[in-house]
């Protein structure tokens, strides 16, 4: 159950902007200061510590959306994307013990938290170890790959996670020089997750890989003026 998580610290406006979803022109901007940087590290931590102490991602999206209040309803729904097919690869069966002539599905998914973006996921799985009607939901409606097939009680194994972007500059904790103090703008992508889904009795049912945005902190920045007093 190792899950690394990035999460760009509080991006917004027109840091957002340039993600390629809309974010209100009006939204409060991060600033890219040193305190503005470590506050948007420390949640990148908090949401990496989350991500890897749950098998869920969806439902871990759930609770970060609603805590920080990113849409109402707070809840993570499922767009679907049916015009892409990719098969799996050697490894991606291999890692799902399966032979060359086992049916894998591909689905293609952004979870979204009101109109945002939060994660990207590509799913392989093996449709012979679900249930019936899990099959159905997921052939046939937008529900999150998590919530439709929780009544597994699954496992996740992470593969590999890692940190795409960081908000502190290389050799911060050196007294290197403090960046200018403009918005932080950090890339489309801030978390990068390859993990493996098991059945509790270890049998593996499904590969994922997860790319979670810099939307996943688009939430006003603490109001520093209220520090101390």
Aim: aromatic residues 6%; glycine residues 6%.
């Amino acid at each position: 159950m190792t899950r690394l998580t990035t999460t760009a610290a509080g991006v917004f406006a027109i840091a957002l902007g340039a993600l390629g979803s809309p974010a209100s022109a009006e939204g409060p901007v991060w600033r890219g200061d040193y305190v503005g940087r470590l506050e948007a590290f420390a949640l990148l931590q908090q949401l990496n510590a989350d991500l890897l102490s749950h098998d869920s991602a969806t439902l871990t999206l759930d609770r970060w959306c609603a805590a920080h209040q990113l849409a109402s309803p707070a809840k993570i729904v499922a767009e679907l994307d049916r015009a892409e097919a990719k098969p799996p690869s050697e490894e991606q069966r291999r890692l799902l013990q399966v032979g060359a002539d086992e049916r894998v599905v591909y689905r293609h998914v952004r979870l979204k938290c009101g109109e945002r973006v939060l994660s990207e996921a590509e799913n392989w799985y093996v449709p012979s170890r679900l249930t019936p009607e899990m099959n159905t939901a997921l052939e046939t409606s937008d529900v999150a790959f998590g919530r439709a097939v929780r009544p597994l009680d699954f496992r996740r194994r992470t593969l590999s996670a890692k940190l795409a972007w960081s908000p502190l500059p290389d050799g911060w904790e050196r007294g290197a020089r403090a960046p200018a103090e403009d918005e932080l703008r950090p890339p489309r992508t801030v978390i990068e997750h390859r993990a493996v889904l098991t059945l509790p009795n270890g049998m593996p049912f499904s590969a994922v890989v997860e790319n979670y945005t810099a939307e996943v902190l688009a939430f006003r920045e603490p109001d520093r003026s209220e520090v101390g007093r």
